[in-house]
């Protein structure tokens, strides 16, 4: 898909020759009132805008769009209202309320291939971001891809700000849109094209497109430097497993970041196979690896003033006679054993593999995240992730998720769970044999190869990272890019304030 042109609007919103004019509502009592930038359409209207939309049942709310014919009152056929929600009590608005409301117009646009949006005026990086990600579609694979699309969108500028700043918002903004979909492209591509050896291609081709560097370890390289845990998993499998590694040394780098993300192009559970329904989700178990990998190449596009790598091991989950068995000791990248007592929590051994790696380049920070868990979901629902780590640093990590939209909340790692990854054999067991607090004791696994005093974030985005229902805001079905934002805020902060 290719995304829409974004520009700020030269010409003034009634005058626009635009198909459609994008304007937000909010809820106000029973009905819709107009949010700010919508004064122009609403003097075309007589002033009589909001009773327009109250005749057709509008009532401000997130998600809903009303479309009005202009009937020559404009040069735009088109006014689509597109609901905020509540403001708070002050009045105002969230950068989030912009984004979904952005998201749902954009969705809703029909055969409208250039327009105006009004929002804007509110929060310019909030609409961008949500036009560009609610206007995105996956159709590579679709025969008759979409014929209207949207081409263009001019941005309403806002009161407060020079041109200048405006435009470098505009650029930031679209670059962190296009890093989510970048994300969202990966996810949705089906397992059969999106394999290691593939997946690494992609990455290289990104990484490279952004001039970065790029190392990728294939099986033999692996078996050379005793990935353990990546190997185990990806045996089964007749399509090998990778380490990529890509890295941006920023100038006048402030902090260097570690991000290791969970590349699990296909997850069977292996010997320990899923059960057949649903299983084609497991095509979305690589969220994390397409996350950071859209992140560090973000980081270079913003210059953050970092050195960023991120660390991806890739591998198919897979029963087959080379695969690992339960009962299996693997010894690890490092040379901590593990004892495998379920081929389906596969996604910790080869992060831990990564963990290690990555640890060596002794960065100042480490932020994971991987859809590791199904108790994630169970326990925090589908839209927040669960943020676990270092308390200070998950604490800084969950606060910014939140404030990004995405949405995340700090978890603990019960010392209590330890014991129960004892292994008669080995150092450790991969599962604790019980269901309790199924997300933190994969969190409690993967700290044991965390180096003591790091500042470390597990984020586990198995609901999160992929939309199982139907679409909202800016959040199409498939994959939702979750938490490219969040990896991309926490740089930004980081490059701030160290
Ligand atoms: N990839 C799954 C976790 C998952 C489940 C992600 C649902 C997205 C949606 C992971 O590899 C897995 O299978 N985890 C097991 C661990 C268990 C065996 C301890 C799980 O959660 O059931
Ligand atoms: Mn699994
Ligand atoms: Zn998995």
């Known amino acids: ?30 009905g819709a009132a107009l949010a700010a930038g919508a004064d122009a359409v609403d003097e075309a209207f007589e002033g009589n805008l909001a009773e327009v939309l109250a005749a057709l049942g509008a009532t401000g709310k997130a998600d809903e769009v009303v479309k ?24 105002s608005i969230t950068p989030e309320q912009v984004r979904r409301a952005c998201g749902a117009a954009a969705r809703a646009l029909g055969s409208s291939k250039h327009v105006v949006n009004t929002l804007s005026t509110v929060d310019l990086q909030a609409a961008v971001e949500g036009t560009v990600l609610g206007a995105y579609a996956f159709s590579t694979y679709k025969s008759d891809a979409a014929g209207a699309e949207l081409a263009k969108v001019d941005l309403a500028a806002p009161a407060e700000g020079s041109t200048k700043e405006h435009r470098a918002t505009l650029k930031a ?14 996810v949705n591509t089906p397992p059969n094209d999106l394999y290691p050896a593939s997946f690494a291609e992609r ?48 100038a006048k780098a402030r902090k260097r970041v570690a991000l290791v993300g969970k590349g699990i192009t296909f997850d069977t559970g292996g010997i320990s196979i899923k059960p057949a329904p649903n299983m084609e989700v497991m095509s979305s178990d690589m969220g994390g690896a397409a996350a950071v990998i859209a992140a560090v190449v973000l980081a270079a596009k913003l210059k953050y003033p970092l050195h960023v790598t991120a660390t991806v091991p890739m591998a198919e989950n897979m029963p087959s006679g080379d695969a690992y068995r339960p009962g299996d000791v693997l ?50 629902g589908n839209r927040t992730a669960g943020v676990m780590g270092s308390d200070e640093f998950r604490d800084r990590v969950a606060e910014i998720a939140r404030a990004t939209g995405e949405g995340g909340w700090a978890m603990p ?3 209590e769970l ?40 597990h984020i586990d985005i198995a609901g999160p990272s992929y939309n199982v229902g139907g679409p909202y805001g800016y959040t199409h079905k498939g994959g939702t890019g979750v938490p490219v934002r969040t990896i991309a805020a926490v740089l930004a902060d980081i490059a701030e304030n160290g």
């Open 1 to 30: 898909m290719t995304a829409p042109k974004l520009a700020l609007a030269t010409t003034p919103v009634a005058q626009a020759p635009v198909d459609a004019i994008v304007v937000g509502t909010v809820q106000n009592g029973s």
């Open 68 to 91: 009005v014919p202009t009937l020559g009152k404009l040069k735009a056929r088109l006014v689509v209202a597109a609901g905020l929600g509540k403001p708070a009590e002050d009045g």
């Open 173 to 186: 903004a679209t670059a962190i849109a296009e890093a989510v979909t970048t994300a969202r492209d990966l």
């Open 203 to 250: 990455a290289t081709t990104l990484a490279k497109e952004a001039g970065l560097e790029v190392e990728v370890l294939d099986e033999k390289a692996l078996r050379k430097a005793g990935f353990g845990g990546i190997l185990g998993v990806g045996g089964g499998s007749t399509r090998q497993p990778r380490l990529v590694r890509i890295t941006y040394k920023g």
């Open 331 to 380: 010894t690890m990248y490092g040379g901590k054993t593990v004892e495998v007592l379920n081929t389906d929590a596969e996604g910790r051994l080869i992060l831990s593999d990564a963990i290690v790696r990555a640890a060596e380049d002794a960065p100042d920070y480490l932020i994971e995240t991987s859809t590791l868990t199904g108790a994630q979901p169970i326990a925090l």
């Open 413 to 415: 790692l019960p010392e």
């Open 418 to 457: 330890r014991a129960d990854l004892d292994s008669r054999l080995a150092d450790l067991a991969n599962v604790t044999g019980h269901r309790w607090g199924g997300m933190l004791a994969a969190g409690i696994f993967l700290r044991e190869f965390v180096p003591a005093g790091l500042p470390w974030a």
